[in-house]
């Protein structure tokens, strides 16, 4: 589940970022959301007390590759992005660094912020 709320979070954004498909998010911008995945896997991961299994930014970048012509926007912030960012608050409120960096400005280049 926790994977899911990673691909969606961190395709959507990215692609708003850019204004491109999935599939354009996938190989043109690559590094960038591996990048992003990776970030918030970690966050989640260690908010839930759980372990996810290596190759997850493969995994999502095989998945986005299935489908490419989905298009971007960043939506349902409240279950999608705000997860995310409210572990980013909530570091924040307890004097901790933020665990998702580049989501966070991501979020505020876009406006979803």
């Not at 372990?51 to 995994?59: C, I, K, M, T």
């Not at 999608?80 to 960012?85: C, D, E, I, T």
Request: glycine content about 8%.
């Amino acid at each position: 589940m926790l994977e899911k709320l990673v691909w969606i979070s961190a395709f959507m954004v990215v692609g708003a970022k850019h204004k491109v498909s999935v599939g354009e998010v996938e190989s043109r911008h690559k590094q960038e959301v591996s990048e992003l995945i990776t970030e918030l896997a970690a966050a989640g991961a260690d908010a839930l007390g759980v372990q996810l299994e290596s190759g997850v930014v493969e995994r999502l970048n095989a998945y986005a590759r299935s489908v490419a012509h989905f298009p971007t926007a960043v939506k349902e912030f409240e279950w999608r992005n705000g997860y995310f960012y409210g572990l980013t608050q909530q570091a924040l409120q307890q004097g901790r660094p933020d665990p998702c960096l580049k989501h966070t400005a991501l979020l505020k280049e876009v406006k979803a912020i």
